[in-house]
């Protein structure tokens, strides 16, 4: 709605939308922590310090969403989810399915390494 001086202006929230609005923060609330811990978990998962964390490194810094990433990769969202988090470990082969998806490649092993 535009108000005579221009200024734009929502028409009021029903007492339904409100009553909406309130339950969605609650929820959010509620599950704020786990998000926040989610979070950490693929932080601390993608500076891990093997090919899985540069993997995992490659896929977060991917323009791909994550579901084609996924669906690419032959995973499944959670699969993938929990890859990212650290909370599951994936064979090398879907690992190089991963990296293929991405266009990662794995630096080549150094020598006495």
């Given amino acids: 709605m535009t108000m005579p001086n ?8 029903t007492p339904a939308e409100i009553d909406r609005l309130h339950m969605l923060r609650e ?3 509620k599950e704020l922590p786990d998000l926040i811990a989610r979070d950490q978990l693929r932080k601390a998962a993608r500076e891990e310090r ?10 977060h810094r991917s323009e791909m969403p ?10 499944s969202a959670v699969e993938l989810d929990e890859f990212l988090t650290g909370e599951r470990a994936l064979r ?4 190089d399915r991963l990296a293929a998806v991405i266009g990662y490649q ?4 150094r020598a006495g390494a």
Avoid: C, F, M
Avoid at 92 to 95: K, N
Avoid at 106 to 109: F, K, L
């Fill in 6 to 13: 221009g200024e734009r202006r929502s028409p009021e929230p």
């Fill in 66 to 75: 994550l579901q084609a990433i996924a669906t690419k990769a032959g995973l």
């Fill in 50 to 59: 093997s090919i899985s964390g540069a993997v995992r490194d490659a896929i």
């Fill in 27 to 29: 929820n959010i609330a």
């Fill in 92 to 95: 090398s082969d879907t690992l």
């Fill in 106 to 109: 794995v630096p080549p092993a």
